[in-house]
């Protein structure tokens, strides 16, 4: 299923002008990950203008237009839909992707001159995740470990799902995209209405 995971964040990328890279459409299972096997992602956003306003840490479709380019790392663990503290204290591997090599190895996927780079339009370390805790205080807890790992945002699925869904037009034959055409079938067949959509909100 990682791979059906990965397609939702690339097309709801993608709907919103991104160039996306995967780096891998492969399984690791029996070796250790190498350095650019631990990003799922990568993102690049041709029309960014340079700004002084960064993004928020809380990623929706708004804020997009102020990322430049960012590395992507997946954790779709849907059986359970909020990441609390201890999940993140506990699983090493949320934080594998933000180790030096492979920042480094991120880095060097993104060839720009010096002048091109700036503090404004940096590489992002964007993760995507189920939901944090809606209170207080594992709330605040959980995005401060986030912070503190070098996390720049997060993204949920739930917001994703939602912004997909709205800009699906049930008037359109999405062949070229299985994850667009079913949405587009649910909606046509009424099976997902805009008052169920409200079940997908933050």
Same mark, same amino acid.
């Given at each position: 299923?990682?791979?059906?995971?990965?397609?939702?964040?690339?097309?709801?990328?993608?709907?919103?002008?991104?160039?996306?890279?995967?780096?891998?459409?492969?399984? /690791?299972?029996?070796?250790?990950?190498?350095? =650019?096997?631990?990003?799922?992602?990568? +993102?690049?956003?041709?029309?960014?203008?340079?700004?002084?306003?960064?993004?928020?840490?809380?990623?929706?479709?708004?804020?997009?237009?102020? /990322? %430049?380019?960012?590395? +992507?790392? #997946? &954790?779709?663990?849907?059986?359970?839909? %909020?990441?609390?503290?201890?999940?993140? $204290?506990?699983?090493?591997?949320?934080? &594998?992707?933000? =180790?030096?090599?492979?920042? &480094?190895?991120?880095?060097?996927?993104?060839?720009?001159?010096?002048?091109?780079?700036?503090?404004?339009?940096?590489?992002?370390?964007?993760? #995507?995740?189920?939901?944090?805790?809606?209170?207080?205080?594992?709330?605040?807890?959980?995005?401060?470990?986030? $912070?503190? %790992?070098?996390?720049?945002?997060?993204?949920?699925? $739930?917001?994703?799902?939602?912004?997909?869904?709205?800009? #699906?037009?049930?008037?359109?034959?999405?062949?070229?995209?299985?994850?667009?055409?079913?949405? $587009?079938?649910?909606?046509?067949?009424?099976?997902?209405?805009?008052?169920?959509?409200?079940?997908?909100?933050?």
């Amino acid at each position: 299923m990682a791979g059906f995971d990965e397609n939702i964040v690339r097309e709801y990328f993608e709907l919103h002008g991104f160039l996306v890279r995967q780096l891998r459409k492969y399984q /690791i299972q029996s070796r250790k990950k190498m350095a =650019e096997e631990e990003i799922d992602l990568i +993102v690049y956003n041709p029309t960014y203008l340079r700004t002084d306003r960064a993004p928020k840490f809380f990623l929706f479709s708004s804020e997009l237009q102020y /990322i %430049h380019r960012a590395i +992507v790392v #997946v &954790k779709a663990w849907h059986t359970t839909l %909020h990441f609390t503290p201890n999940m993140l $204290r506990s699983s090493s591997d949320i934080f &594998k992707f933000l =180790e030096k090599n492979i920042l &480094k190895k991120a880095e060097n996927i993104f060839k720009f001159e010096d002048e091109d780079i700036d503090d404004s339009s940096k590489t992002l370390k964007l993760l #995507v995740l189920p939901g944090l805790p809606t209170a207080d205080p594992h709330r605040s807890e959980s995005i401060n470990l986030l $912070r503190e %790992h070098g996390i720049d945002g997060i993204i949920s699925f $739930r917001s994703m799902l939602l912004d997909i869904l709205t800009k #699906v037009q049930t008037n359109h034959n999405y062949q070229k995209s299985e994850i667009l055409q079913i949405m $587009r079938i649910l909606k046509n067949y009424d099976l997902i209405k805009e008052p169920q959509m409200d079940l997908f909100t933050e």
